[in-house]
């Protein structure tokens, strides 16, 4: 999987604190919420994510 965004993001997935984009977490399979956020322009944004075995999954953000 892999996360990234047009300006660092710090991302959480199923609630827990995982760092800043871009990062390629590996996460098991199932459905997944990731939180995506940037305080300097003040965007958050919640997403699930439904991983199947095997899948690379990627989460691209543009906010302006």
Known sequence: DYVYGD????????G???GQTPQSP???PGCHVVKLSNPDLGKNERLKV?????ETRTVERTWR
């Not at 439904?50 to 095997?54: D, L, M």
């Open 50 to 54: 439904e991983i199947r075995a095997g």
């Open 7 to 14: 300006y660092s993001l710090e991302f959480e997935v199923d």
């Open 16 to 18: 827990k604190k995982v």
């Open 26 to 28: 590996t996460l098991a």
